[in-house]
């Protein structure tokens, strides 16, 4: 174990869209448990799109010149509480840094499922599989044969969406995605009928073409044109999850999404934005719904894996820049197959 730490802290705040020079790598000596608490060897960090908006200056948004948070998995090395165990893997706010110490009350300890990768407790089985399976089950509470949209579709929320959409029954599945590649990925492996490249033209045009008998369920993870061509395009009690918006998150000028608001009323639509951190309470039953089909193999999770601490920051703005499949993942060197 070595006897330095890294940790990211953000230098500035950004207007558009961040640089690596709004960050920086700080290394101090390798923190010591107190008691009660116990030293974590981070393994696998999650970056997300909500980490933009917290670079912001916000209510509960980053410090500046301190060390980040995000979710993260790591190995117990060194523990003064009888409550967390060494060699133990839990999942901790702490990212962002190589170590972390944590207390019982700031973990979470971890199910080992066979045939289920650790990585799932990021992707499929964590924040960003929950904020999915909340989305369709509390907040759209789809019913078996509805037709979805879904923007933003290969990302991590996305694909999960896709995929937890089919196994529940949904109709046609239409999404948005940023290249042909991500496209032929969501038609041929995740399950979507029909996905189109929101740079080829008008958001309202392309959906029209993808779904011409309309949807009755839109989960937007964008906002912006989209937002609004998908309002046009709901059917009468049609309900729109917002999840996130994050064409806006770059753009702070950017104008709202112009769209009809007598059709709320005369379609009777329902729009619902939420926060996964107050639906916690459903982790047990994601777990009974997702791991059968992870462990069957009917399908996979759909990540991004970076390797390399050093690269956390280049993985960040890559996600904001749409270069991921997927959810986007940081390795620890140690983890990568060829290091096992």
């Known amino acids: 174990m070595t006897e330095t730490a890294l940790t990211v802290h953000q230098t500035a705040r950004p207007y558009g869209f961040p640089t690596s020079e709004h960050f920086a790598f700080v290394e101090s000596p390798r923190p010591e448990p107190a008691v009660g608490s116990a030293l974590v060897e981070n393994l696998y960090w999650s970056v997300d799109p909500y980490h933009r908006e917290m670079m912001d200056d916000v ?18 090395v060194a523990s003064r509480t009888p409550r967390l165990n060494e060699g133990e893997i839990v999942f901790h706010r702490k990212g962002w840094r190589t170590h972390a110490t944590v207390t019982p009350e700031e973990i979470r300890g971890l199910p080992r499922f066979d045939k289920v990768p650790l990585t799932a407790y990021l992707s499929t089985l964590g924040g960003t599989g929950l904020t999915a399976y909340v989305g369709l089950t509390r907040i759209a509470r789809l019913q078996e044969g509805e037709d979805l949209f879904v923007s933003a579709a290969a990302g991590g929320v996305g694909t999960a969406t896709g995929r937890f959409a089919r196994l529940l029954g949904a109709g046609r599945l239409v999404g948005s995605a940023g290249s042909a590649t991500k496209a032929d990925h969501l038609t041929r492996e995740v399950g979507y009928d029909a996905v189109f490249d929101y740079h080829d033209g008008p958001a309202v045009d392309l959906l029209a073409k993808a779904a011409p008998d309309g949807i009755d369920v839109f989960v937007d993870n964008v906002g912006g044109e989209q937002l609004a061509a998908a309002v046009g395009a709901l059917r009468e009690f049609g309900r729109v999850v917002r999840v996130g918006t994050i064409s806006q998150y770059n753009t702070p000028g950017a104008p709202s999404p112009n769209f009809d608001y007598a059709d709320i009323v005369e379609k009777s639509l329902r729009m619902e934005g939420f926060l996964v951190s107050n639906y ?29 601490f050093e690269h956390i920051v280049d993985a960040f703005l890559g996600m904001l820049r749409g270069e991921n499949t997927g959810k986007i993942i940081v390795r620890d060197r140690t983890q990568a197959p060829s290091a096992s």
């Not at 209510?59 to 980040?68: I, N, S, V, Y």
């Not at 039953?285 to 997702?290: D, G, K």
């Open 59 to 76: 209510p509960g948004g980053f410090a500046l010149d301190a060390p980040l948070e995000g979710r993260t998995l790591g190995r117990v």
């Open 280 to 308: 916690h309470d459903l982790q047990e039953e994601l777990y009974a719904f997702a791991v059968p089909h992870l462990q069957s193999g009917r399908f996979a999770p759909d990540e991004t894996v970076v390797d390399g």
